[in-house]
């Protein structure tokens, strides 16, 4: 072993301290509170800038099989998997003005997706598509959730721009009533959830917000009338504005090089530097495409879900950033167990060498920092000092260029954030930087309450909330379904799984949806209900496993990967999943299928 450590061209105990000291400065007591909740007088900051305003319809009081909430992949996914499965009355519901959920809503200039495009679009082969470039664009994305909602006859049904009030459950007529901000009253038999993990925008809450006299918009609501231009970039009108972004995080990374480009002056504020990689986009190559053979798609996006799983595969198919530590993990392995070293499959051994293959990965992206950023002490402070997955990781060859322009300046607010904000603009260590705009990369909601973040509540048997039956946390079977709420799915992180390719999370538990329902009308029963024994059991698996991997993301650095820094407490993305991983959640969920037993469920 010592050997191993000589021949390292770093130190691990002093990278150790540097990320924990880089974490403790970035803890703060109130975590999640220290955001403000975008309604009341922020209310502005999550109306729809895309829609001509003043749409009117009549209110619907019909009835159909399946009431979809959401239509972004996640309710497309749902409706086409239950369309396949015999089910014809499908409509889906969304605020929106069309399909797209989070791509609807993100048309940030640059707006891309950082997972392969080959993976992340879903129905690909359902529908024929190829994307253009390994990395999909938020208008081709967009363009894709459109030709889900045409190839399924989507469209027809859809209810948009349309806000849901409340859902309840008619024990005497089995259906549930779904009353919405159109004044409809429509019922169905099935409602499937799928409002989005992100969903809703938060905003910091930062002394003097109210104050601003400028111009203010979060990135999920992006005002193109002010900027000028569109997600392609183009942000003409900003070429007179003094712009402040805050935030950067994922989705800064992927505006700021549009907003280097355009105004006057950009001042990017800073709390935790983002680990940037390389983008390395590229058209699809044609030929390529000619050699795809039937169920192409599905093989590689388990290929690579297994890879990032953190199991090695015996070769891998989207080689890019996300899969690079394993690849190294998994190459250093194999040498060693061609070298008669069993040793190396030990799991305590194993998990060494991934945080070394980690600490070789976020050196790399230190690295390319100083190689690209020509003020030094700029690029210190865009470097970031923490395992790679403790935030998430940003893949993109213009951002670092982007602080060699002379109209932009990094503030580097030292992990503790932006002071406040005044009428002028905001305020950081005692320097107040004026500007004309304020721009929000702050995020979305995550560990509030699921009814707060969707908007509406849940009633179901005996006129219980699921806020109220939630209140001491999640209590599902599968993540899928809870008891007392009857012939409701919920698609997304609600106690199942999570990986970086959220589409193919999405088409299993659609795929789980449908297969339900479909046994249920086979087996000739009108309701479908989580018995108090199944919610149980599952609830004491997720106890028993979801703090598999609590030690990482404690040492991690605030985010809402883990709580903001508070893992553990039942706020953090992880803390409500199946701890063993997705794949694992994915063969659980197939064998419970194949055992056709639906233990766990009652038929009526
Ligand atoms: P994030 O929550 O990732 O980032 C929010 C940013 O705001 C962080 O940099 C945070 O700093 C910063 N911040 C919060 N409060 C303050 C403050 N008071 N002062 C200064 N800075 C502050 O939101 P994003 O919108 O960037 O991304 C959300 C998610 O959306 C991503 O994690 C990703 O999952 C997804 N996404 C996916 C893309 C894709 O390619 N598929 C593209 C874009 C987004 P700190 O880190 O210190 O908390």
Redesign the pocket.
Known sequence: MNAVLDSLDFDPDALRARYRAERDR?LRADGND??VEVAADFARYIDDPYVDPGFTRSPLTDSVDVVVVGGGFGGLIAAARLREAGVQDIRIIEKGGDFGGTWYW?RYPG?????EAYIYLPLLEETNFVPKEKYSYAKEIREHAARIGEHYDLYSKACFQTEIREIRWLEDENRWLITTNRDDAMKARYVVMSSGP?NRPKL?G?PGIAEFKGHSFH??RWDYAYTGGSSEGGLTNLADKRVAI???????I?CVPHLGQHAKHLYV????P?SVDLRGNRPTDPEWVKTLTPGWQKRRMRNFNTLVSGLPQDEDLVQDGWTDIIRNLGAGVAARLAAGDASALDPHELARQMELSDFRKMNQIRARVDETVTDAATAEALKPWYRQFC??PTFNDDYLPTFNRPNVTLVD?L?R??DRVTEKGLVFDGVEYEVDCIIF????EVGTAYTRRAGFEIVGKGGRKLSDHWRDGMRTLHGLSAAGFPNCFHLGITQNTLTPNFPHMLDEQATHVAHVVRETDLRQAQVVEVTAEGEAGWLQTIRDTALNNLAFRQDC????YNG?GHAGEGKGLFDNLYGPGSDAFFALARKWRDEGELKGLELR
Do not use: H, M, W
């Open positions: 970035r220290q955001y993100n707006a891309q997706c950082d997972i992100l910091p930062l990135t999920s805050i935030g950067t995080g994922a989705t800064a992927q504020f800073q709390r935790t983002s935030k998430r607010t992990g954030g932006v990369a702050t995020g979305f650095t605030p985010g809402y903001e």
